[in-house]
């Protein structure tokens, strides 16, 4: 896709605005860290302004200059005590290792305010560095009836027991951990260490290969898995059970997909890898709930199996077996082939989980696919590509992009933003050189088939059936994530997006606000603040505020794996977004250093799978020799920000009552919803 290159200038947009205010900020929204500090610094000088200077302190921590940014909030604390105040010198005191200064500005800030959840937090942490167990659990205590919503909370507790060896509590912690996050692979790495000490090497196996499921060449995990393979004492099958398709599904007879208008048949690759290429497969089982047909693609009928029969296919040397359930070859194909299911109505095909499978995507789960299966050969093995209709894609599409369970006007909203998508990809085929339309993982949009159908995505898709979303007449950009975090990114602030006049950035609120402060933003993000994706209880806990600490070790494993960078020695923000997401990282290892200023590369070097968003505050732990310890990340929502915000699509329909077309004009104003005549695929 084309975008406008946009060039940041180094002439602010405000020159003729004296406001010195005006001037820091934009300099260092520009990410010219220096003069907007200088810029702050006279802002005091003049005008006496108590936030300046803790701005200037901001901008220092973010330089990873941990010196400056204290000397600029003891300043501020000599003019004004508060706790907030006392509690971010407080955290810096303990990275530098100062842990007795530490404690006492924390404490002294939780007399002021015994609310105040990240001094609380901060005492948990200065006892447990002091191996005083009972005050860190008292403490950790407070913290959780303070945050009890928020994700990071377990993984402390669990980070504090495993270092005070407390393996059995660090051991539910880290459970618990697990199931508000999945994704949270540092957290598989203790429990995985402390299933062996137990002796459960099928847990442990379990956990090690999680996280190879992730981190595909993560050391520690290869080396164990090996040692522990032989000490398993049930099947992989039985540690990890797959799920299977045994039922047809049923979806409320309201909604006839046989009435979805039939307006665009879309080819897609099933099985894909990150990037959206096809995965080879060398052996792969099919059956359905009403037999399958197997047709060349002149529309030849080669052959047939009953209802429920196995279909069994096997790539050799360049042909394609297909062999029945008796393990008899039916046919021998060298070219492309079409699986089609008997019941032209109702039909699918399911492709069996198959531990032993190379492709991920079919170890641990049935596949499910209406419409028809072409199998594609490929270097090594064949391709699978579902040809379906439109509408009946985003069946599968939107519960794999949206939890069926929200509103359904956010769901409506996820439908016309699919569905616009879908279209413009047909149109524009990114994928067209691979044969196919779109792929099926986050690279194009995630497609699941029937099994992932419920009545009340499929409503979505039937109540808004042929809507996209366009502006000035073509089809708009509907980019959409997970979560913001509280507030949307404009794509013109992110390098490589370019500027599109309705990727604004905004608060994800109704509240009007231009940017966040540098001081504004460390409160925020290591806050609650409302915002419509804040939504507890609907919106997943990981979401909308989140907390990894990374050891040293993992760190340096996966910085060094793109960059040889060394040992790590720092690590620096060096521009931010309105929003506060990180723009510009700069990375200065013992070898050399790196400025890292691509969304999904910053989000992917540090922690072991990527990091949920740019949109986080980095503190760096360092020994008193200076050496890293450890780098924590207070990080909030998932995604790249920009376009539609899920978690807030769900807030406006959900806490505010609002329609399906005022959420898609509050993330992408100035576009409209309009239904599809023709669709004709540009060449
Ligand atoms: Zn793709
Ligand atoms: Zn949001």
């Known amino acids: 896709m084309s975008f406008i290159v946009f060039i940041l200038f180094e002439l602010n947009l405000f020159s003729e605005i004296s406001n ?52 600029y909030l003891e300043r501020a604390l000599d003019i004004k005590r508060t706790d907030d105040v006392l509690t971010e ?17 924390f404490e002294d800030a939780f007399k002021l305010n015994s609310n105040n959840y990240n001094a609380v937090l901060g005492l948990a942490t200065v006892y447990s560095q002091l191996g005083d167990v009972i005050k860190t659990v008292d403490y950790l205590n407070v913290y959780k009836k303070l945050r009890g919503d928020y994700s990071g909370v377990d993984y402390i507790f669990a980070w504090n027991y495993f270092n005070f060896k407390m393996y059995h509590r660090a051991k539910e912690y880290l459970v618990a951990t697990l199931r508000k996050d999945p994704s949270f692979v540092e957290a598989r790495v203790p429990l995985a260490q402390i299933y062996l000490k137990e002796g459960d090497y099928n847990q442990a196996w379990n956990q090690y290969y999680r996280i190879l499921d992730d981190v595909p060449d993560h050391p520690v995990a290869m080396r164990m898995i090996k040692i522990i393979e032989g000490k398993l ?16 599904t049923v979806i409320d007879e309201t909604y006839d997909i046989n009435n979805l208008k039939k307006s665009i048949k879309l080819r897609i690759a099933i099985g894909a890898n990150d990037s959206g290429k ?115 894609y985003l069946l599968g599409v939107v519960p794999a992009e949206m939890e069926p369970k929200w509103p359904i006007e956010a769901l409506k909203a996820q439908a016309v933003i699919a569905r616009t998508e879908a279209v ?24 699941r088939g029937v099994s992932f159908e419920k009545n009340s995505s499929n409503k979505a898709v039937f109540e808004t059936e042929g809507r996209v979303l366009t502006y000035n007449n073509r089809l708009a950009y509907s980019f959409y994530h997970s979560n913001c975090g509280g507030y949307i990114q404009s794509s013109s602030e992110v390098t490589g997006w370019g500027r599109v006049p309705y990727l604004i950035s905004h608060p994800d609120y109704y509240e009007k606000k231009d940017g966040l402060e540098p001081w504004e933003f460390e409160f925020w993000i290591k806050g609650n603040p409302e915002a419509y994706c804040n939504y507890p209880g609907v919106v997943h806990d990981n979401e909308f505020r989140w907390m990894r600490i990374i050891k040293r070790s993992e760190i340096n494993f996966k910085l060094n794996k793109r960059y040889n960078i060394g040992e790590l020695k720092s690590i620096a923000v060096m521009r931010r977004s309105k929003s506060g997401n990180v723009n510009s990282v700069k990375i200065t290892g013992s070898k ?92």
């Open 20 to 71: 010195l205010n005006n001037l820091a900020y934009t300099n260092y929204l520009n990410g010219n860290l220096k003069k907007s500090i200088e810029y702050y610094k006279a802002l005091y000088e003049t005008e006496k302004n108590y936030n300046a200077l803790l701005n200037i302190a901001m901008i220092y921590k973010d330089m990873d200059d941990y010196k400056n940014s204290l000397y």
């Open 89 to 105: 010198a407080g955290w810096l005191y303990f990275h530098t290792s100062n842990i007795d200064k530490a404690r006492v500005y």
């Open 233 to 248: 004492t049930k099947q992989p099958e039985e540690i990890r059970p797959p799920f299977k398709i045994n039922n047809p």
């Open 278 to 392: 096809q995965r080879a497969n060398t052996e792969l089982k099919f059956r359905s709930f009403g037999g399958i047909g197997v047709y060349g693609k002149s529309g030849k009928k080669y052959s047939e199996i009953g209802k429920n029969e196995i279909l069994r296919l096997k790539y050799d040397h360049g042909q394609i077996y297909i062999y029945s359930g008796n393990n008899v070859i039916k046919n021998i194909f060298k070219r492309g082939f079409i699986l089609k299911p008997l019941d032209p109505k109702n039909g699918s095909i399911i492709i069996e989980s198959d531990y032993k499978s190379l492709n991920p995507y079919f170890k641990y789960s049935d596949r499910e696919y209406r419409g028809d299966i072409e199998i594609v050969p490929l270097n090594n093995g064949f391709g699978l590509i579902n040809i379906v209709d439109l509408e009946i």
């Open 424 to 447: 413009r990809r047909y149109k524009e085929g990114p994928h067209k050189k691979q044969g196919y339309d779109l792929c099926d993982t986050e690279h194009c949009q995630v497609y």
């Open 592 to 683: 050399r250093s790196v400025t890292v200023d691509r969304e999904h590369i910053i989000r992917n070097i540090f922690g072991l799978n990527s990091l949920k968003s740019t949109l986080f505050n980095v503190e760096i732990n360092r020994f008193p020799d200076g050496r890293i310890r450890n780098v924590w990340f207070y990080g909030g929502g998932w995604g790249h920000s920009i376009g539609m915000c899920q978690g807030g699509a769900a807030g406006m329909a959900g806490k505010y009552g609002k329609t399906y077309k005022e959420i898609l004009n509050f993330y992408f104003p100035g576009t409209k919803v309009k239904r599809l005549k023709f669709i004709k695929k540009s060449k």
